[in-house]
Structure formats: C-alpha cells, structure tokens
C-alpha cells in the first residue's frame, strides 16, 4: 500500500508539472526504482504512465500545429517515429546494470536544460532568422531524428530539446512550436511504449495506477500549480531534479 500510494502522489504531481511546466519525469522514474522496479523497467513504465498527458496535449494544440522550416508534417512524423523507435529498441539492449550508471547523469543532464530552458529558448529565437535560411531539409531531418531517438531512451527534458531545436530551425510562432513539441512527444512516446510492451519491460501492474494519477493531476493539480510563481515551480523541479541525481549516484 505504501509503494501504490508513493507511485500515485508521484504521478499525480508529475501530471500536474507536465501540464505547466515540464519535469514529471525527475518524479515518476525514481519512485518506480524506490519501489523495486529495475531500471530499464522503470524508465519504460513511467514513460507509458505519462503518455496520456501528452497525447491530450497534442489535441488541445492540434489546431495550432506548424512544421519547422526544412520539415514538412509527413517528414516530421516518420521522423518521430522512426527514432522513437530507434530510442525505445536502444533502451531495451541496455543492461539495468549499464542504466542504472547512465540514470543520474541523464537527470543532471535533463534538469540543466530545464534550468537554463529560457536561455536556450532566447538563444534559439536569436539565431532562428539566421538559421532559418540554412535549415536544409538534411540538417533539420538529422536535428528531429537525433531528439527523437533521446525521447525514445529517455524522456526527461525532451520538451525542452525540441522547443530549442524547432527555434534554431527557424520557428517563431510560440502555440505553433508548443503543438509539434505535443505532437512529436505524443508520437514517438506511443512508438516506444508498443516496443516496450513488446519486449515485456513494462510494469502493467504500476503503469496503469500511475496513468489514472498522472491524468487526473494533469487535469486538477494544474489548477493549483498555477498559483505557484513561475520561479518557485522552476526552482522546485530543478532542485527535485538534482536531489533525485544526487540519490542515484550514492545509491551506486
């Protein structure tokens, strides 16, 4: 009872940050690993946990949706899910000895775009003008495939990744870039959850509880997050993020 009410608080706040702000994943992976639940196993059933969230997001923007310079919608979505699946299919040769050591450094890696995500952001609009006109279809096809194959491993800050990537492609238009960000999240997390529920990596048991939670704070506890100052929430989920950091490596 205790490891289900965990996982639920866990899912239900992830839901809520995802919805504002971004980060559930600093909270779902861990509980999932303080709870018995293997590594590799873990990273996959949190992401199904989360899946819901981005899938509603996707269709609250779907008419807001505008390729990036270089990519059409068609080229966006193969793109989407050929390297979710390449990510998820990666993730399943990994060994939960080698994941375990790589954890820690992806949730630093992952919390430091989410604390400096409005640099990057400004950075990004910056040299979009510049970009813009050298965005090659190659170029932004290699820049979506090479995001898409790091959510489908692992998909903390992937929101961040892709709002970047989509700026320095030469994309202005904030709702536009928010509806491919959903869209691309939402397509290349269903590819690798159908993989890894094929390869049996997925706690069904867990992903479902953690999916009702996830969704219904998704839908109230943003309410609530919203009351929270923009600099507070940020500064909670990056402390919530090196915390969880810091709690792998020792536990290595």
Do not use: C
């Amino acid at each position: 009872m205790w490891d289900i009410a965990l996982l639920m608080s866990a899912a239900f706040v992830a839901g809520a940050l995802n919805a504002v702000a971004g980060g559930g994943s600093f909270l779902t992976l861990p509980a999932l690993v303080f709870t018995g639940v293997p590594p590799v196993a873990a990273n996959a059933t949190g992401t199904v946990a989360l899946l819901p969230g981005y899938m509603a997001g996707a269709w609250g923007f779907r008419q807001d949706m505008e390729p990036p310079p270089g990519l059409g919608m068609r080229g966006v979505i193969v793109l989407s899910l050929i390297g979710g699946s390449l990510g998820a299919a990666l993730l399943l040769v990994t060994p939960d000895h080698l994941f375990r050591k790589v954890v820690p450094w992806l949730l630093l890696a992952a919390t430091a775009m989410f604390a400096f995500a409005p640099q990057l952001r400004r950075m990004a609009s910056r040299g979009s003008a510049e970009h813009a006109a050298h965005a090659s279809p190659l170029k932004a096809g290699a820049g979506m495939l090479a995001v898409a194959i790091y959510g489908g491993y692992f998909n903390g800050g992937l929101g961040i990744l892709l709002l970047a990537l989509f700026g320095l492609l030469g994309q202005t238009r904030l709702h536009a870039m928010n509806g491919m960000k959903n869209l691309v999240s939402a397509l290349l997390t269903a590819i690798a959850v159908a993989i890894y529920a094929a390869g049996g990596v997925v706690q069904w048991e867990q992903a479902l509880v953690m999916m009702i939670a996830a969704t219904a704070g998704g839908y109230g506890g943003a309410r609530l997050a919203r009351r929270i100052p923009p600099e507070w929430l940020r500064a909670g989920i990056v402390l919530t993020g090196l915390v969880m950091a810091g709690v792998f490596f020792w536990r290595q």
